[in-house]
């Protein structure tokens, strides 16, 4: 069964710091999405990666695929309020798995 | 495009009440999602379709839940009868080539 994880689950940073969040995942995927949630929202799609070595930049968040060690990261540059919000990478293998989601506070 | 267009946006409904969520796809999408939102779980896959078939229902929690696709446009998840625990956001998606659109979501209340 696919396994997808994040880590940090919670994530308060300053504005302007930089920080990763990691996305590992279980079994053989062509393909991750990460997305943003703001609270009472729906899911916003962000990437979309589609090949190992994928790196795709929108702003300050960039974000990269690694297939054969099964691991995603979604790179923060600089963060500002605006970018608080629940971050969640999801699997494709047939169906779309998501992991638990990072939450992530950026305070002034 | 309108995108992913779910009904109703919220529901407060009474324990034991049938329950009816409505889903059009974004024209064109040949995968449809049902997914289902809470604080403690996460977001949990319900079941796809692929062209209008079932594909995998294996996260349908109970035979309370069922879910149809009779045509390219129009998708329902049923719950019958609903249960407090059901209370939630159900997302609907659907998916062309390798963008996947959700919509608002519907969420449930059943007291």
């Known amino acids: 069964e696919l396994k997808v994880e994040q880590n940090p689950l919670f994530l308060s940073m300053q504005e302007g710091k930089n920080y990763t969040i990691y996305c590992n995942y279980s079994t053989t995927s062509d393909r991750l999405y990460w997305y943003r949630q703001d609270p009472g929202k729906s899911l916003e799609s962000l990437f979309v990666?589609?090949?190992?070595?994928a790196v795709k930049q929108e702003g300050r968040l960039m974000a990269s695929l690694d297939t054969k060690a099964r691991l995603s990261t979604l790179h923060i540059t600089a963060a500002v309020h605006d970018l608080s919000a629940t971050y969640f990478c999801a699997v494709v293998t047939g169906k779309l798995i998501f992991g638990q989601g990072t939450t992530l506070q950026v305070k002034p | 495009d309108a995108g992913v267009i779910q009904s109703p946006r919220h529901e407060v409904t009474e324990m034991g009440q049938e329950v009816t969520l409505r889903c059009k796809p974004i024209s064109g999408h040949d995968y449809l999602f049902w997914y289902r939102q809470t604080m403690m779980r996460g977001l949990e896959l319900l079941i796809y379709f692929n062209n209008n078939v079932p594909i995998d229902d294996s996260g349908m929690p109970e035979d309370r839940f069922s879910a149809k696709m009779p045509n390219a446009s129009f998708s329902t998840l049923k719950i019958q009868p609903s249960e407090p625990r059901d209370s939630a956001v159900y997302f609907c998606?659907?998916?062309?080539?390798?963008?996947?659109?959700f919509g608002e979501g519907s969420w449930l209340t059943v007291v």
């Open positions: 990666l589609l090949s190992n070595g």
């Open positions: 998606a659907s998916s062309g080539a390798n963008t996947i659109y």
